[in-house]
């Protein structure tokens, strides 16, 4: 019971980002030069961070739950399966990302024909 709310959590990841990929692939095209800018200056910090010439507490935080010994609840697998699928989309951006926009594009060219 418990691995079918951890595939609708991780289901539920990959549909909402199905959903909006459109809508923030727009967004994104719209303010390219000032996400970029941005992107950037982001990646320069992280960067300093990273060599220690400078400190950013928040990237220095970690945090944990104590899940006890006793077994899990279903809410706790489907958590579980949200924190599963946001962790693994950078490792499956590339594959998702074009999956989604062949269906963007199959989706929309079917609306113009």
């Known amino acids: ?13 990959f549909i909402f980002l199905g959903f909006t990929a459109s809508l923030f692939g727009q967004l994104f095209l719209a303010n390219q030069i000032l996400l970029g800018q941005i992107a950037g200056a982001v990646i320069i910090v ?6 220690g010439l400078i400190t950013l507490p928040i990237l220095n935080r970690e945090a944990r739950l104590e899940a ?3 077994g899990g609840s279903a809410f706790g697998a489907y958590s579980l399966g949200l ?3 946001f962790g693994w989309t950078p490792c499956i951006g590339p594959i998702l990302g074009a999956i989604l926009t062949l269906a963007a594009d199959t989706a929309w060219a079917s609306v113009w024909r």
């Not at 019971?1 to 990841?13: D, E, H, P, R």
């Not at 992280?46 to 060599?51: D, E, K, P, T, V």
Request: avoid cysteine; proline fraction near 0%.
């Open 1 to 13: 019971m418990a691995s079918a709310f951890f595939v609708l959590g991780l289901s539920t990841v």
């Open 46 to 51: 992280f960067g300093l961070h990273f060599l």
């Open 68 to 70: 006890g010994d006793q």
């Open 83 to 85: 924190a599963f699928a």
